[in-house]
Structures are given as structure tokens and as C-alpha cells.
């Protein structure tokens, strides 16, 4: 199909401006075809941008490294370009929309020469769900469209659903990297230096302007851009909730089955939680999502969720047939991996993978690398951010339902982070405003350096949404407090708050993680149901001790630290709320949450 033939006006008009101010040298539109997503590859391959894998270790996948620049996503070029700064509110990067645009359409000028414009019009959400939304990316970078292709809808078929005056979310992306007359990129990856990079949102007008980078959430604007921070402000102004959750069903042996959604900071496993396997004899647990739930309520008042995302976008490292077997079998045809390491027969390779590399690799920045596992220094040959784009529907756990247009009811949502000390295994909230408060004060550990934070200290991470949330997050916490207000607490979603990583003063784990969360998934299902045994604590409900069956190595004390009311520790936790988190929300903390505050400083005070 040629872009002239689009039946939608607005839509082509704004093609039309996007190629003047670009001036690329062709307009492909995204048709969603294997043939189309098999020649992208293909010229992709031949140019030398992509790697063609084993045909037989991982049949249909390719490999890229990117620029050493362009690794991940850029929270310090990320802005929210909201009329005012206020709305933007304290925690996002603010720069005035019409200064923004200026700076911006200067260097949209010219930037796709040498290049094809693609059009890729995509659903988030199953095509024609009312919770889905359109977008409409128009980029310059195959390789976007490619991961676009695994990670959303994409094709005519949405363009039919827009029909000829639909709504669409404006997606412009540009690596930032014109070409001129008879230059190419001989194989490298594309992009712009660090101060050039923007990832700009305009939420009044439901805009993304993407430039200078081409990797992952910076570049498939679908996800974070779309889905979470222009969708935040969609939700909120129509009532629903668009959070950055995985989205998990579990089905006891009875066979009753509950839905899970839960939050937690980037880099904390929700992609191991959402395809964990029960170590828990005859329970089962299955994936509807793994990053992002969109939340809207039914007629019959409960809260039902979609995964709007077709596939997963995975941190590679760290990611083997021990921790995540799911994972490893979703990716093994039709993935494209960025910045693992290669082996001599074009597989890869990665830390953490589960076995040794191979004699020797092509590290992530291209260079020869022999594994020496006597230096603890060596530099790792993939980039701890590198990535696997797999579809969904290649998931061995994914659930019959996951595309349903209709969502799955949630039963309960989960909180967590990672927290050495202080935060137990798992507590109750008592009510949604209690569960709201949980959320709001979401908190993980900084494990690497690398963020220009101090390592081993708490960065509050409200929500998981801290880097995602499209306006002022003292309101985006009073929506969380209205929806409570306007739903009946009986539909409403149990909250809980979840801690695989307490450790002893010695550093060692106290709680095997991975599969054993299920047992902790199962108490949550029998909170839901008001069979669980509990016990009312200062902080919440929490289990009795003999409430979790224990896995093996978690011994009396080990069960009784990690659900231990840990007084003082919780007490400056408080005060640590109080001195250097909730002030940021000025006047728009919703009283609820301060209110909250007070009383779990009482009953800690009346425990102590
Ligand atoms: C992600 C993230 O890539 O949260 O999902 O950073
Ligand atoms: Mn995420």
C-alpha cells in the first residue's frame, strides 16, 4: 500500500509534513507482512547493520550491537513537554513545548536523507479491544520497525480499525543520522551524540518526539513513550490506570484461578515473576504480561487488565533455563537480540546464560573476547542491558486468554522492590488508601554504580513509575486515591507488598527467589479468597509463620527474620518518607497518603 492511499485525512496530512521537514528518500508503510518483516531482515543482514544467526541454534534470529552511546534508555534526556511545568510536576524533566518543538524541528530538518521513512501504524492491545489505543510511528530506522513488528500490532489491519477519523497517538522517531549523497552507514549503528537525544512527550496534545537514539525504549515508542507516560495521562483523565506491571494468572490445584498484576522498579525480575514456574506441587502459574498493564473497570464494577504489549523485551544477562526456562524458550526462533555477545557460530552468548562462553566471542562492542574467570574485573562481553526482543506468543506459560479483548479481572496487585533489610516477605495492605500508600512509597536498592547513584542506597521509586509517569505524581497518587473512592471496595483489587531480597547482615539471601515465589503467590491467592492465615502488625496483615510452606534452606529463623516486624527499621523508614520523599509532592500529596504516614508512625510507636 502506498501512504497516499490511507483513507485517513489527518493521518496523511501529518505523513506529508513529516516527509517535507525529513525529506527522506522513500515512504514505506509497515503492512505487518512476514514477507515485508523477512525483506527488512534481509537488507539488513546484507547491509551489515544486522547479524544473521545459527540457522539451527536460533532459526529466524539476528543480532545487532549498538552504538557504545546509545545502550539504553535516557531518563536525563527524557522529557515530559506539558503545557506547564507544574503539570509535569517535580520528578520529570520539563522544557517548554514550543521551545522543545523549535529545537527539535530544526533538527527533524533534513534528518531522514539517505534514508526510507516508515509508517508503522500499531495497536497497544489486542486490535479493536476498547482498552486498546492506536499509534502511528513513523521512523526512519528498520530496525525499530522490526522490533515494533515482535513488540506490538502492527499493520493495515489497524489502519482499518482508524478507519478514516479515529484517534491515534503521534509517534516521530529519527536515529538522527541523515546520509549524504552515496555515503552509508557501512554497517554501523546509527545515531546521534548524547546531547542531542530527545525523548520528548507532549501529553496535552498526545504527541512523542523521539530523535537521536535507536535503542529500545527510546526508539519502539510504543512502550514506555506510549504505553506508560502519554497513556498515565490518557488514564487518568478517563478513569482507568496504565501501569507499569506484569500481569501473571495463577490456578490453584482446586483449579480455581486468580489474576496478579504487580509493580516493581526496573531490573527487580518481573519478567522471572510473570513466567516463574511453581515450585509448589499441582499450582500453576501462567503470563499474560510482563511490563505494562492497562487497567480499565467492567460493568460488573471489577478492575479487568490488558497486556499491551505482543511480545517481551528482556534483559538478556542474568536470563538462563534456570532462572527463567520460559524465557529462554520464547526466545529461541524469530528474536532479535541487541548487544549480546556472539559465538563463532553466530549464537549468543551472555552472562549469567547458565554455562561457560564458549572458547571465544565477539563481545558487544564488536572486539575479540576469550572468557578468563580468574580476573573478576573482565569487562562482560554482553552490555548489562542487552536485550532479547521475543514474541509473546512463543511463551511456553503464556495463558489461553492473554489476548483477550476484554482483559482478565485482577484480583490482587503486588508492590516490591528490592530490599536487603527492614521490608518482610510479603504484607497485606488493610485498604485500597493503605495498598495506595504501599505504592507510593515503593523503594529498591541501586545495585549498579552506573545510574550516578551511590550503590547499596534506596532510591524511592513510587509505583515502579517514577521514569514513566506522564504528569505530576502527587496527582497521579490522588487518581490512585479517587479510583478507591469511586469503586466499591469489594471489587476493588487486594494490595500487597512483596520482598524477595532481604539478605543477613552477612549478605546472604534469605529467601531463594525464582520459583519459590510461588509460595508466597499462594498465600496471596488465600489472602484473596479470606482463607489465609494472618496476623495483624503494625505495618499491615501479614502471615502467621507457619502460613508459607517452606522451601528447603529456610530454616525457623531464617522464616521468622524475613517475616519480622522490624520496628526501628520501619520507624526510619517514616522518617525518611517524611524528610526526603513526600515533600516533593508539595501541596498535591493527597492527605490520604500523609494521613497513612501518621498512623503507621502510631502503631509503631505503640509496637516499640
Ligand atoms: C524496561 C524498563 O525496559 O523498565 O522494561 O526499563
Ligand atoms: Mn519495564
Known sequence: MKYHEIKHENLKKWIDEVVALTKPEDVVIADGSKAQYDSLVSDMIESGLAIKLHEEKKPGGIAFFSDPSDVARVENRTYIASATKEAAGPTNNWIDPTELKTTMTDLYDGCMKGRTLYVIPFSMGPVGSNIAKIGVEITDSPYVVTNMMIMTRVGLRVLDVLGSDGEYVQCLHSVGKPLSEGESDEGKWPCAPLDKKYISHFPETRQIWSYGSGYGGNALLGKKCLALRIASVIARDEGWLAEHMLILKITSPAGKKKYVAAAFPSACGKTNLAMLVPTIKDWKVETIGDDIAWMKFGADGKLYAINPEAGFFGVAPGTSLDSNP????????????????????????????????????????????????????????????????????????????????????????????????????????????????????????????????????????????????????????????????????????????????????????????????????????????????????????????????????????????LLKVDVQGWLDEVSDIRVNHYPKFGQKLPVELAHMLDVMEKNLSLAK
Not at 412 to 423: K, Q
Not at 461 to 473: S, T
Open 326 to 561: 520460559n524465557a529462554m524458550h520464547s526466545l529461541k526462533e524469530n528474536s532479535i537480540f541487541t548487544n549480546c555477545a556472539i559465538t563463532k557460530d553466530n549464537d549468543v552468548w551472555w552472562e549469567g546464560i547458565g554455562y561457560d562462553a564458549p572458547s571465544e566471542l565477539i563481545d558487544w562492542k564488536e572486539n575479540k573476547w576469550i572468557q578468563d574467570k580468574g580476573n573478576k574485573d573482565q569487562a562482560p562481553a554482553s552490555h548489562p542491558n542487552a536485550r532479547f526482543t521475543a514474541p509473546a506468543s512463543q511463551c511456553p506459560s503464556i495463558a489461553s486468554e492473554w489476548e483477550d479483548p476484554n482483559g482478565v479481572p485482577i484480583d490482587a496487585i503486588l508492590f516490591g522492590g528490592r530490599r536487603p533489610h527492614t521490608v518482610p516477605l510479603v504484607h497485606q495492605a488493610r485498604d485500597w488508601n493503605h495498598g495506595v500508600f504501599l505504592g507510593s512509597i515503593v523503594g529498591s536498592e541501586i545495585t549498579a554504580a552506573a545510574l550516578d547513584l551511590k550503590a547499596g542506597t534506596i532510591r524511592r521509586d513510587p509505583f515502579a513509575m517514577l521514569p514513566f509517569c506522564g504528569y505530576h505524581m502527587g496527582e497521579y497518587f490522588q487518581h490512585w486515591i479517587n479510583i478507591g473512592k469511586t469503586h466499591g471496595q469489594e471489587n476493588l483489587p487486594k494490595i500487597f507488598y512483596v520482598n524477595w531480597f532481604r539478605k543477613t547482615d552477612s549478605g546472604k539471601w534469605l529467601w531463594p527467589g525464582f520459583g519459590e515465589n510461588s509460595r508466597v503467590l499462594k498465600w496471596v491467592f488465600e489472602a484473596c479468597d479470606g482463607t489465609a492465615k494472618t496476623v495483624d502488625t503494625p505495618i499491615g496483615v501479614m502471615p502467621t509463620l507457619d502460613a508459607i510452606d517452606r522451601p528447603d534452606g529456610v530454616s525457623d529463623e531464617d522464616m521468622a527474620e
